[in-house]
Structures are given as structure tokens and as C-alpha cells.
């Protein structure tokens, strides 16, 4: 019988004699003199190991006079229990912590001591219990060793997982026994010791000054940040040599506090991207993106130009760019519109065929090379779907006219973007950097790490491209290209350089900008120096603490913003908050209306798939106009040019409505959420509008609802959620039923140009159901709710003058009778 199995037997009195001879026949046969402590500690700890015994230090004296260094050894689990005297009060009562010992008096016990040599000895070599099979549930043994601490700290700079780091670890040492808690625990000692007690903003300021950063911050009154600027070194550098093509979009969900991350990036004269600056923004308001561009332009320094600047149709970001680079020119994705058009037109073509062709014909205008090409073409858009009105009417109003020269072919063309007419790169840089954040939970303090991580990696390929461009002779070359170089060549004729744009020439990273004045803060120290003289004492004092801010950032007072949670829906488990903690952005409208449109069959179309909560949903064409649109006024069906259902589950008419609006229909908790913003923060009106506090109150209550499914006291009520949904999202709301037909307009906001009106219609079908309708362009719509004309602003009145023709229409076509039921009895009850 082997050593372990006959620790497993009953008979342990019998075998206990044995197991005392075992040891000190192990050890007796082993050279137990040591040149070190270190080495004698190490030696007993290995033994007891690969014998089932943890061994730990239980007691060490460093000498003296007349007494020798010692070293005494036992198990871990050597001693007796001591019983805590403390005790823990629960709900007013005393209670004892559950708590627990591996303490069992064990009495083996080794002893080191240092003659000319270490020498080890055993003091007593008897067990009282099994010895361990599996060290993994061991605390002591599960340690760190001191080269497996450096292996950590090493790794996790490097931002290696914490199940790769303990991979390592045993594919290095096939005794080793950590477990993954022991990993997280070393590397979350590992983060408090780097830090020394800073805060997350003092050890934010710190790196980035010790990295050399550019770094400008802006608070919102206090001192918790409200934008946040980053730029590397090396990517300033980059920025000045190769100003030609900048490219902005902002992304979503890689920070805690639900900040969007603004990101530029450039292109290299070898065509890879390189990071210019992050921007951590608390709004995407001009005024921050101003700020932001702000910023950029001094990085940059008086000197420098930006060539061209592409984003997407983003209106905040494109007025702070002309405000701050007015000579700069601005182009727009192109992919972008293309998937705009998509998102807004295909609903207004009955045949897939159609759709192609018309997508066909838009991309031909786009990539016109001429004006006159250009001219041509859209003749032929407006005259061959002139029945689509729709569609044109939107790639006119939203593009064509205001837009044109910043996508258009002829018009980009007379620009040097150098192929770049996307934000193709930005996208991608975005999901770069999701790919190494892994979580939206991080703070700006661990994004700033992983992000400084990437932006290294990143120079460094570029510097690689550099020196390959400059070795490395290219033997095939691509004509279209390269056509005018070659017949240069062909001729026997030099190569002018004029013919390649300084661009293409640039292969390293020496500034060839001449800067003629060195820079000096004499001027400004001398003034700071008079104002620190001139403050009253108090203000001597917050004059010092923010000049030591500047000298040290560590002693920061700033503060992060608070964390942002999303508190609607029922929380998975009780007393939890849902946090969401993915990098995947949420899907875009364009995708949600290509998967429920790439499902039409191209003749037929007899059916159409419907995502929803990851199940599929089926319903035909017929169900959906000949089923639902019964449930209308028969003398205005004909107006009516689709229906498309939402997900029964009380909240329907939210999700309609977010559908509508160009969201997915799952974003109904918004809806509801927006609508009690704008009923609390307008109250005092509604109250005037709805006739009592009390039905403003059960209002309220109704939209007050996030659970799965909502009872009917829950579910949308027209016409009173009406005025709300009109006034909040700024759209003209048309409700159409079989009992009840009205229009509502905003109730603040003055009309701008019909042009710019946004209609948007919601039927009630079954009695119990909202669903999506959409009318053909210039149909009749019903009459105004009454209360409108009573409760408006005086700068609203103009709403209604576009529409009175069509409500004339709708009003000779349906019973007078019943309309004047619904409009004055139903609205104003």
C-alpha cells in the first residue's frame, strides 16, 4: 500500500508511528544544510508540498548576542482556535459572525538554525490528520511566489486577462495551485499600491503627465468633469505632419458614466489610421463639441491647417467645426447617407426590384463625375419615381439640396481627401477599442490605460510601415494609377516632383514645419505673480492649490461624474440595479428596417419577418393592410399606404411610437420615461390643458410602468398622451380608429418651414392594439385636437396653416357627426 492511500485508511493510530519514521527518513536523506534562510524555507515548503503538508513560517528571530538566527516550521494548520470577542449587531439583535478555523492543534513542528551553515531539523514529525491530496483549497498554498508577482504586474500591463495570467502561470509550474480568485485578488493589490491612496482623477493626471499627454479638462461648475481631452505625444506629431484628412465620430458605451467618446483619428501617406485625440464629452451639444475643436486647434498650433474633415451628418459637430475651422472643408460619409437612404426610403416601394433599381440610380448621381452628369441624373431620379414621392421628397430636402457639394463625386473630387470620403476609419477604430475595453464599466482612469496601450501598438506598426516603405522596391504597379508615372518612364523622361503631392513623400516623424519664436512664459508668470499679489488672502489660497495642481497633477481636486446605471425595467435579481456591461452599440435604424425588409419575397410579398426580442414573428402582407385596416373609416383606407405591427405586450403604443420616431421599437422604456420628463416638467400646463392636478396625476401613474408586460391600467390613452408625444419629439401626431380621428401639433415650439415638419401616424386596431401606419404623401389627416387651438403658445399658431386644406378633405369624406364627437367629447372630457 502506498504513502497517501494508507493516510486514507481508518487505521490511523497503526499507521501514525509509520507516517513520523516516512518524514524523518525524507528528510534524513536529504542534505538538510543550507547556504541561506531563503534556500531552507524554500526547500521545506517544496517537501511539504509534494507530501500534502502546507508549510508556513511560524516564528523567526534575527539573532543577537549570544543567540543564534532561528526559524521555526509548521503546517498551516498548527495552533488552536482563538475565539473573537467581537460581535456583530443585526437588526438590534447580538449576534455571533459565522465564522470558521482549519486550526486543528497540530503538532508538527520543523526548526531552522544558522551555525556556519542553515541547518534543519525536525522538532516533531507527528499528524493528526489526513494529509492533502488537492492543495487548490489551501489559501497558503494557492500564494504567489515573488517571480510569479512579477509575472502578474508584467502581464497585466500588458492587459492580459486574468484566465490567461493564471494559464501562464501553470503552463510555467505544473505544482502551482492559484486559483483565479487568487489572480483578481493580487491584481486588485497590485492597482491600490500603484495608486498609493490617489483618487482615480489624481492617478488619471498623474499618467498622463508622466506620459507626456497634452490634457485639457472642463468642469460643469463644480469641480466633477464635464469634458475631458487626451492627445498622445506621438499622435500630435502625426498630426502635424500628415493635417491633410481628419475624420470625427463619436461612439457610445465605454465608460460608466455613459459619456460619448469622441474620437479623431488621421490617415498616414501609408494609408493606416492613427489616433489624433479622444474626447470624453458629458452632451453631444455644440457647445461641447466646440470646446473640443477648441482644443484640437491649439494642440495643433498656429501653423498647422486641416485639409479636410469628415464625419457624419452630425449638425452639433459640423457647426462647431465651421466655427472653428472655417476655412476647413467638411465632407459627409458617404456610407453613411447611403444607409440613411435605405432607412427612410425602402418603406415607400411595394417591389424589391424597385428598390434596387432606385438605390441603383442614387448611387450613379452620387459618383457623378460632372455637374453636368450630375444634372442629368437627377433628371432622370425625379422623372422615372416621380410616383414615390416620398422618397424623393426625402433624398431632396434631407441631402441634395443643403449637402450636395460635401458628397457628391463632382463636388468632392475638388477637394484632396486622398480616398478618404467615409468614416469607415473611425468606425473601425471604435471597434478596435471596444475589442480591448471589454466592459462599459470602466472608469476614465482604466479606459486611459488600455486606450494608451492601443495607441502604442498603433505607432509602432506605423513606424514598421515607414521604414518597409522606405526598403522595399514595389514591382507590379496598378496602372490606373500610376498611368502618367509610367509613360514618364516609357519616354526615358525624369520624373518632376510636382507630380507627387509631398503627401505620399513623408516617411518618418521630423516635423518640417519651421518655428521661428521659441516659446516663453515670462510674460504670463509675471502677471500671474501680480494677480497672486493682488488677491485677498482667500484667494491667494485657491490661486496656490490650482498652481500646485498645474506643477503636481496627482493633487487634483477634480472629481468623476457619477456612475450612470439604467434603472428602468425589472432588475435581474432582487435588489440590483441593471447595469449593462457589453461595448456593442445597439443597432441601427437602417439594420432594423433592412431585417424586416430583406425578408419581403420580390413577387409575392406575402410575408414579412419581424425581429423581436431574438424570436421571429410572421405575418402577411393581406393580415397586415386588408386585417388591420378595417379596423379605420373605409372612405380614408385608400389613403393608407402600409401598417406594420409592433410586439403585444401593453406596451405597444410606446413601441409604435419609438418605431415612428426611427428607433427600435424596444427602446418603448425611453418613450415612457420622456413622456413623464415632459409631463413633470411642464406640469403646471398640463394641469391648465387636462382641466385637473388629478388627472395630470393619473397620467402619471399610467406611463409609470417598465415591467415586461403592462397591465391595461398602464397602456397608452390618445387622446391624452397625445399633446405629449407631439410636443416632447417635435412631430405632428395623426391618430387614426374606427372612434376617434385626430391631429396633434406642438404645443411650444414655433412651425419652421413645412419642409421640415415631421408627420408621424399611430392606429388603434382590435380595441386593445397600437400598431405603425404610414400615408401616402399629401393624404387628408383629421382635425386638430380643440384643446390645441385653446392651450397653445401664441408662436405655435402657424402649425396648422400647412394642414388645413388636408383636414378640409379628411372632414368631407368621414361623418361629420362622429368626428365632432371624438374631437370635442374624447379630447376635452
Known sequence: MDYYTKLLTENWDEFEEEQDSYLEKEYDAQTHLFDTREALIGWAKKIGKQNGIVIVIKSSESGGPGKRPRVRLSCERSGKYRPSKKKEEIIGELKRKSTGSKKCDYPFELLGMKFEQWELKVICGVHNHPLAVQLEGHSYARRLTEKEKGILKTMSKNLVKPRNILMSLKADDENNVTTIKTIYNARQRYKLIEKCGRSQMQQLMKKLRECNYVEWHRTDGSNCIADLFWAHPMSIDLLKIFPHVLIMDCTYKTNRYRYPLLEIVGVTSTELTFPVAFVFMNHKYEDNYTWAMERLKNVMGSNACLGVIVTDRELALMNAIYKVFPSTTTLLCRWHISKNVLAKCKKFFDRKETWEKFMLQWNLLVFASTEIEYQSLLSDLMVEYHAYEGALDYVRNTWLNDYKEKFIVAWTNKVLHFGNVTTNRAESAHAKLKRYLGSSQGDFESSWKIINSLIELQHTEIKGSFEKSLILVQHNFRSEIFRELRELMMEGRPIPLSFVHPYWTKLDLVNTVDVSSVLTIDPELESLYNIFQSEPEGGKIVLKQKLREL???????????????????????????????????????????????????????????????????????????????????????????????????????????????GMSEHNWRDIRMNLIGELHTFRDEYIELYGSAMRVDKLMHALSCFECVAPPQHWMTLPDMGHLIASKYNVVLVHLSQMQCLTYLLLRSAAPSVIQHRIITIGFVDDCHFVQVFLKSGSSIPPVARNWHKYRYDIAREWETPYITRIQVFMSLINKNVITKDVFDLTDE
Open 551 to 661: 506643477i503636481d497633477p496627482a493633487t487634483t481636486s477634480l472629481i468623476p461624474p457619477s456612475v450612470k446605471v439604467r434603472t428602468k425595467g425589472k432588475p435581474s435579481s432582487k435588489n440590483k440595479i441593471q447595469v449593462d456591461t457589453f461595448t456593442r452599440r445597439d443597432p441601427s435604424y437602417f439594420e432594423i428596417v433592412q431585417s424586416i425588409h430583406d425578408s419581403i419575397s420580390p413577387t409575392i410579398q406575402s410575408s414579412v419577418k419581424t425581429l423581436n426580442e431574438g424570436k421571429l414573428y410572421r405575418t402577411s402582407v393581406k393580415q397586415r393592410l386588408l386585417g388591420y385596416d378595417a379596423s379605420f373609416p373605409s372612405k380614408i383606407r385608400h389613403f393608407i399606404h402600409n401598417i406594420v405591427n409592433v410586439e403585444s405586450d401593453g406596451h405597444c403604443g410606446f413601441r409604435a411610437i419609438a418605431a415612428l420616431l
